[in-house]
């Protein structure tokens, strides 16, 4: 059973019943506060007793300070006072932190034996006392109010680290069936930042190659004039994204190629219609499109290209799909749309098949219609609480508009930090989190190693029917960091 994660963790066990080592095993050393640990610090030595009252002063400080900050909290103490332990859940109820009791439920006589072996034994009657306390603290903690409780015999932290090395095992290479993962969910690369150094191409094709080995669905790549200021600096390239994806076309792989997302005021929609079916052509019929509205003004105006108010980007938008869907179709005949209209339709190479439209946005008043009336997919924020709202829109546009919400697949952005373990997941955090908070973002990028997110990534599609996952790592740096994601696709 996976716990919460950021949590309050409070232990709670006699001398000897493998707190301190249940902890160790699963948590970082920085989040956890460990009594006998703040008695070394402020008295002679861990089990310098004498020194109780200022540890635990110190100790709630800590607790207070990381809890309030929404940090992950491992209170490793005796956990057997009632008063401490509400208001530590307290604590976590403030700052929307879950509040996780794990009872050391391990047996008397490996409590007592344990605590003889040790350099500075408790007192034998000060543990009598403990397992005492211990025999109802279970009845005590179902009343307090914890999201959970968790009981294990210390000979069960053995099987979890067993368990956390299975984990670390290099995945498996996938083969060339289906790519869908065990869950039903595709998982695509959003490939956003290009730190290619003195060889683009090598780097793209590395990219590519590696990707299609771990089986990954497809890659997708961002459409923008100038790099964005949520993935980086101006001045960092960002590649045109058909000519890009060309390249990749021809390589020998199955992946799946197309943008995420192509803002529909950047080029004529026929324009983008042909580039899509020349990408189709190329690669064997392998091509999708994100499209969108397009936000950023500053692309537009450093590229000479125009930026209208917001409802005429939208008509771009909804008129773009009717015109691609125009051009896509057998035929030359001339078309009228709704609002748009073409004299002839005469565009060759046509593509292979019918080309996947994914309509990008979650403007819920018209983005989600047009996803609902014209998109073969919609692509929503993975915040589930955002996608259950937004997917509640599509569905009530879908039924208005007559079309069966089945048509329109879900499809999500996931940023996710991939550590190989807790540890490397953390540092990430560090590195990657700028000016916000660590807790802030490491809640946002989910940080956690592989079998979270897939773990995640299952819940996604069992709740809320997420066919497809487009998942974009913040630090995908070279190929090798691929590995590590590798055990979410299996
Ligand atoms: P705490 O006093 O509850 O924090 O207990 P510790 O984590 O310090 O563990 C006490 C002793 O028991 C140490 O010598 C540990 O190595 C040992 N120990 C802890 N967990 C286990 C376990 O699951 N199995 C065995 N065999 N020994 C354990
Ligand atoms: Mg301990």
């Given amino acids: 059973m996976r716990l919460p994660d950021p949590a309050l963790v ?51 400080q800590v607790v207070a300070a990381r809890v309030g900050r929404g940090l992950c909290t491992v209170v490793d103490t005796l956990g057997l006072d009632a008063g401490r332990r509400t208001s530590w859940l307290a604590l976590a109820r403030q700052a929307g932190l879950p509040a996780v009791a794990v009872v050391l439920a391990t047996p008397e006589a490996d409590c007592r034996r344990r605590n003889a072996a040790r350099d500075v034994p408790v007192p034998a009657p000060a543990l009598a006392g403990q397992l005492r306390r211990m025999r109802t603290v279970a009845e005590e903690l179902a009343t307090e109010g914890w999201e959970v409780v968790v009981t294990t015999e210390g000979a069960a932290s053995q099987g979890a680290a067993a368990e956390e090395q299975v984990v670390a095992r290099p995945a498996p290479v996938a083969d060339t069936r289906d790519r869908r993962t065990s869950a039903g969910v595709e998982v695509v690369l959003q490939v956003s930042r290009f730190p290619w150094g003195e060889d683009p191409a090598g780097w793209l094709t590395g990219i590519a190659l590696e990707a299609d080995r771990l089986g ?60 899509v079916a020349t990408l189709d052509a190329l690669s064997g019929g392998r091509a999708f499109v994100g499209v969108g509205a ?79 009336r014209l998109g073969d997919a919609c692509n929503l924020p993975s915040d589930p609480a955002v996608l259950a709202a937004k997917t509640a829109v599509l569905h009530a546009h879908c039924s208005d508009v007559g079309r069966d919400p089945a048509e329109v697949a879900v499809t999500v952005l996931d940023l996710p930090v991939v550590g190989h373990d807790r540890g490397d997941a953390w540092r990430r955090v560090e590195r990657l989190r700028g000016r916000t908070a660590a807790a802030s973002y490491a809640a946002r990028h989910h940080a956690a190693p592989a079998p979270a997110h897939a773990e995640r990534y299952a819940a996604l599609a069992e709740q809320h029917g997420v066919s497809t996952v487009f998942l974009g790592l913040p630090d995908l740096d070279s190929a090798d960091d691929l590995e590590r994601v590798a055990p979410l696709l299996a």
């Fill in 216 to 275: 990954f669905a497809g890659i997708a790549l961002m459409d923008h004039l100038v790099q964005i200021p949520q993935v980086g600096r101006a001045w960092e390239p960002i590649p045109e994204p058909y000519v890009t994806l060309g390249l990749l076309a021809g390589l020998d792989t199955r992946l799946r190629l197309g943008t995420l997302v192509t803002p529909m005021t950047l080029r004529p929609a026929g324009v983008v219609a042909k580039a």
């Fill in 294 to 372: 397009g936000w950023w003004e500053r692309e537009h105006a450093g590229f000479g290209v125009p930026f209208p108010g917001a409802r005429e980007r939208l008509d771009l938008l909804e008129d773009g799909i009717e015109t691609m869907r125009a051009l896509w179709s057998p035929g030359t005949k001339a078309w009228h749309g709704t609002r748009a209209a073409l004299p002839e339709t005469t565009c060759y190479p046509r593509p292979v098949g019918p080309v996947p439209v994914i309509v990008g946005g979650s403007g819920e008043r018209r983005t989600l219609r047009i996803a609902a």
């Fill in 10 to 60: 409070v232990l709670v066990g006699a001398s000897g019943s493998g707190k301190s080592t249940w902890a160790a095993e699963r948590y970082r050393p920085q989040e956890v506060v460990s009594s006998d640990a703040l008695r070394g610090v402020v008295g002679s030595g861990n089990h310098d007793l004498d020194a109780s009252v200022d540890a635990f002063a110190i100790l709630e």
